[in-house]
């Protein structure tokens, strides 16, 4: 049985993988800090499987870090740890810094130290895999895609905390020799999605009958990756990928957020009507554009699949009609994972 070390792994897509893990016979040992997106509900059907271990914790603590590694002796660490929206990070970016780039730095360190004492065998076939953005490129225009070799030019304070990980993780490799691999996904969404991200907060607001609001024009453009797709992604690089290289992993799935928002609306006007009759749709109101929004992240995914096999399974048309579903059964989780200080309100607008 293999052991994998997760870190961020009761997040919404480090939650995800270690579900999926688990269901495929992989000893996961779990570390999370249980910051807000954190949620040990996300993982209640794997309560009592001995083969799960969470441990509360932040990737920054050396101490309790290289105790995981020294007592479980993973296979590989997976890094989902981070912070992770663009909107809190214009509102507070110390702490983006903090988790992405020193805490990140912390867990290289002790990740690096453990490998250098494996054995000869386990040394070699040992993983430490960093799970990353596309907005470290920064925007397009009307056209092109992100590739690996596309340069940096993060846009938003989150977007350059994560390209400092990023570069420390291909230092650790080039400097130290740890065998890393890095992939850059296009938006994720799906299942246990917090309720601040576009796709759940449109969901939860139009339920509630609240306005939906749609930044500027709306005709910001992302590349839509259903969260299965992205885990199996990262377990194909896991098993295939070659050390040092970077994987760029994305839905083949471009939507105007405008274009999301009516989808959603025309799905839940069909499965649950509002009582007035009214289209969902009557909700959309446009506010302020975000400070410092990127236009447009497209996925050039093409490395991926002719190297190592992978892409996407789910269109968005069917990825967004099981997450619209889940949703709808879900409503206990969400209103779960809301607490005190957020409760649907728009953040990010602090310049």
């Not at 291909?170 to 969404?189: D, K």
């Not at 879900?330 to 994972?337: H, I, K, L, R, T």
Request: glycine content about 10%; overall charge negative; some cysteine.
């Amino acid at each position: 049985m293999p052991t994998w070390l997760v870190t961020g792994g009761a997040g919404f897509i480090g939650g995800n993988f270690v579900l999926e893990a688990a269901a495929r016979g992989v000893r996961v040992i779990n570390l999370d800090a249980l910051t807000y997106a954190g949620n040990l509900t996300t993982l209640a059907s794997l309560d009592g499987n001995p083969d799960h271990l969470f441990f509360k914790g932040d990737i920054g603590d050396t101490v309790l870090v290289r105790q995981l590694l020294d007592q479980y002796r993973p296979d590989a660490v997976v890094n989902f740890a981070a912070e992770s929206h663009v909107d809190r990070s214009i509102d507070g970016p110390a702490a983006f810094i903090q988790t992405n780039v020193v805490a990140t730095l912390g867990l290289l360190e002790a990740v690096r130290d453990h490998w250098k004492v494996l054995g000869k065998d386990r040394g070699r076939d040992f993983r430490f895999l960093h799970v990353s953005t596309d907005e470290v490129y920064g925007t397009l225009g009307e056209t092109g895609k992100f590739s690996e070799t596309t340069p940096y030019s993060p846009n938003s304070p989150y977007s350059a905390s994560k390209a400092a990980s990023d570069h420390l993780v291909r230092a650790f490799h080039h400097t130290y020799g740890l065998p890393v691999l890095t992939t850059n996904c296009s938006n994720n969404y799906g299942p246990f999605h917090f309720p601040e991200k576009l796709i759940p907060l449109v969901i939860a607001k139009a339920l509630a009958g609240e306005p939906l609001p749609v930044y500027g024009d709306g005709k910001q453009v992302r590349d839509w990756l259903f969260v299965s797709d992205h885990c199996e992604a990262i377990r194909t690089v896991l098993a295939k990928g070659q050390v040092g290289e970077t994987y760029n992993v994305g839905g083949n799935s471009e939507k105007q957020n405008i274009e999301v928002v009516h989808a959603i609306c025309a799905l839940l006007d069909a499965r649950r009507p509002r009582e007035d009759g009214q289209p969902r749709s009557s909700q959309i109101t446009y506010v302020a554009d975000r400070p410092g929004h990127d236009r447009r992240y497209a996925i050039d995914a093409s490395k991926l699949k002719e190297q190592l096999g992978w892409e996407p399974k789910y269109t968005f048309e069917q990825g967004i009609r099981v997450t619209v579903d889940w949703y709808l059964e879900n409503q206990e989780w969400v209103n779960g994972v809301l607490d005190g200080s957020y409760r649907l309100q728009r953040i990010g607008t602090s310049v």
